[in-house]
T-cell receptor, first 115, second 114 residues
Framework: DQQVKQNSPSLSVQEGRISILNCDYTNSMFDYFLWYKKYPAEGPTFLIS?????DKNEDGRFTVFLNKSAKHLSLHIVPSQPGDSAVYFCAATDSTGGSARQLTFGSGTQLTVLP | KAGVTQTPRYLIKTRGQQVTLSCSPISGHRSVSWYQQTPGQGLQFLFE???????NKGNFPGRFSGRQFSNSRSEMNVSTLELGDSALYLC?????????????FGPGTRLTVT
């Protein structure tokens, strides 16, 4: 049972437009969410995160929105650039694990930004 | 500062064999976590080691094991390989336990089981 779901395996967007990547989760104990970006032949790199006490976090062109009641988060990239083309993973963790917290990842969304 | 390194980068093994993968964390990082990435499944957590002790374990069979050395380097072993073990194996290091501190990933080891 996947606790973190990214239902869109791929997304194509024109350069300069907004990219919206979505992520749903089922575990109501998750209280910290992260987005990672992965280029081919490289490991994932941390992009942005959000705590459950917030509903929005912004870092430059990247904004993450969290809707706790819907158990949904989204990553907005504005404006999209060809260099943003990568696989984006959403991940979540909960605090009940104490020192044994672990990250649960979604299956990823391949974003392609067309020039 | 050097990043997380993994060796080898590519590996081809035959079903039934065993394999050992290596991960060197960023200097000063004491936690190493291992993940399996397969198409459609995302990154699935295998285990985490901190100060030479396994602190957390994912839902994988006992054929998957690991260890961590005093210099924080970690190895992962898979015995009796199955075709379904073909995947990209990623390790990530962090200053402290993975759920609390940012993780930095290595480039991965691509394992193909034939």
């Amino acid at each position: 049972d996947q606790q973190v779901k990214q239902n869109s395996p791929s997304l194509s967007v024109q350069e300069g437009r907004i990219s919206i990547l979505n992520c749903d989760y089922t575990n109501s104990m998750f209280d910290y969410f992260l987005w990672y970006k992965k280029y081919p032949a490289e490991g994932p790199t941390f992009l942005i995160s959000i705590s459950s006490i917030k509903d929005k976090n912004e870092d430059g062109r990247f904004t993450v929105f969290l809707n706790k009641s819907a158990k949904h988060l989204s990553l907005h990239i504005v404006p999209s650039q060809p260099g943003d083309s990568a696989v984006y993973f959403c991940a979540a963790t909960d605090s009940t694990g104490g020192s044994a917290r672990q990250l649960t990842f979604g299956s990823g969304t391949q974003l392609t930004v067309l020039p | 500062k050097a990043g997380v390194t993994q060796t080898p980068r590519y590996l081809i093994k035959t079903r039934g064999q065993q394999v050992t993968l290596s991960c060197s964390p960023i200097s000063g990082h004491r936690s190493v976590s291992w993940y399996q990435q397969t198409p459609g499944q995302g990154l699935q957590f295998l285990f985490e080691y901190f100060s030479e002790t396994q602190r957390n374990k994912g839902n994988f069979p006992g054929r998957f094991s690991g260890r961590q050395f005093s210099n924080s380097r970690s190895e992962m072993n898979v015995s009796t390989l199955e075709l379904g073990d073909s995947a990209l194996y990623l390790c990530a290091s962090s200053v402290g336990l993975a759920g609390t501190y940012e993780q930095y990933f290595g480039p991965g080891t691509r394992l193909t089981v034939t």
